[in-house]
């Protein structure tokens, strides 16, 4: 495999990348080193002014970048096809399903359908997302639908009987859980996606432990705070700021050599540095596990991004 300078990816001019949750934290930077790539980089982001911001911060950096905004709720399964709708292009060259919530009170929390909220955001959300971007991924000559996982996942195992985590909720467990299933369904997407002979295909990628404490500013979207980044600096030994947290999936988006199916994170101890291709542990892609908790997500969602390999998002439904 070709040596990769993260600071100096391939240009990739003329591509349409979507970034959900790309108005802050890794998935920022995610869209700022596609659009310093020559990337058209369209910002997934529930609030309107945190995007604003976020399209400025990269363009006052990138002279010519090329940076668009959609509402993105990824909680709201029924707003999903009205964001898609809303993107000004007739294809889409990859997808870094980014956006993510980890909450810590004690106190389990639902969306509207009665979703457990860090499953309905991080996982149900980006599967619903999949079958409705299918139609312009599928447009795409060769698109790639990268999934933001976590170290997180490594010791969870899913619970196909209690989805929601409605017995002894533990926000730790069921944030682990939803990362694990969003890694299982990207694993089982590759596998259907290679079975159908699609060019489409599904990477995996994660960013180590990146902490805002050790992230650069950016103006409007990220403060630097002289006291917390101090206080953070002996961590840096282990894990690293936002934007290197963005490298695994900025790679996993550009590199000509990347394939579906692989898992892409930091080189040291997973946790920190330079993008390289990890052996995902085999929890996550056993394929029992991954058909059930397909089956339960296309149930719960009423979407099912592809069947035998072709795509059944709405614009090709309609
Ligand atoms: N940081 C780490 O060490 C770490 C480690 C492992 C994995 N990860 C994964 O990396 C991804 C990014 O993490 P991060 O640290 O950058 O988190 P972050 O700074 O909290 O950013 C999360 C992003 O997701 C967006 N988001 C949350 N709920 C959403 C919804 N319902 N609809 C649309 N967008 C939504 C947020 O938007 P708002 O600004 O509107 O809230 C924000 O843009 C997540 O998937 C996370 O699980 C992070």
């Known amino acids: 495999m070709a040596a990769w300078n993260v600071h100096q990816p391939p240009r990739t001019d003329g591509t349409t990348v979507l970034v959900t949750g790309g108005n802050a934290g ?27 911001a976020a399209v400025q911060a990269i363009t006052a950096r990138i002279p010519g ?85 976590s170290f997180a996942a490594r010791s969870e195992r899913l619970d196909l009987e209690d989805l929601h985590s409605v017995h002894e909720y533990d926000p730790k467990r069921t ?4 990362k694990l299933a969003q890694m299982m369904f990207a694993f089982a997407l590759d596998r259907r996606l290679r079975a159908a002979g699609d060019t489409c295909m599904s990477v995996i990628a994660h960013p180590g432990g990146a902490l805002d404490a050790l992230t650069p500013p950016r103006p409007g979207v990220h403060r630097h705070s002289g006291h917390r980044h101090l206080l953070a600096r002996p961590a840096k030994l282990l894990v690293q700021g936002k934007d290197a947290g963005a490298w695994p999936a900025v790679r996993a988006v550009l590199d000509p050599d990347v394939r579906g199916g692989q898992l892409w994170g930091p080189s040291r101890f997973g946790l920190s540095g330079r993008p390289h291709l990890e052996h995902p542990h085999a929890h996550m892609t056993d394929e029992a596990s991954a058909e059930a908790l397909w089956t339960a997500s296309a149930e719960l969602t009423g979407a099912d991004p592809f069947v035998t390999g072709r795509a059944t998002g709405s614009r090709q439904d309609a």
């Open 26 to 52: 890794i998935g920022y930077f995610v869209a700022e080193q596609l659009a310093a790539a020559g990337a058209t980089v369209v910002i997934g982001s529930r609030s309107p002014a945190k995007a604003s």
């Open 65 to 149: 970048a090329q940076v668009q905004y959609v509402p993105l709720d990824l909680a709201d399964l029924d707003s999903l096809e009205a964001s898609v709708g809303r993107m000004d292009t007739d294809a889409l060259d990859a997808v870094v399903l980014n956006a993510g919530i980890a909450l810590d009170g004690p106190q389990r929390a639902t969306n509207d359908r009665g979703h457990e909220l860090m499953l309905a955001t991080n996982h149900l959300g980006h599967f619903a997302l999949v079958h409705r971007l299918a139609p312009l991924l599928q447009a795409a000559p060769a698109a790639r639908i990268v999934t933001m996982g």
């Open 175 to 178: 944030y682990g859980r939803s």
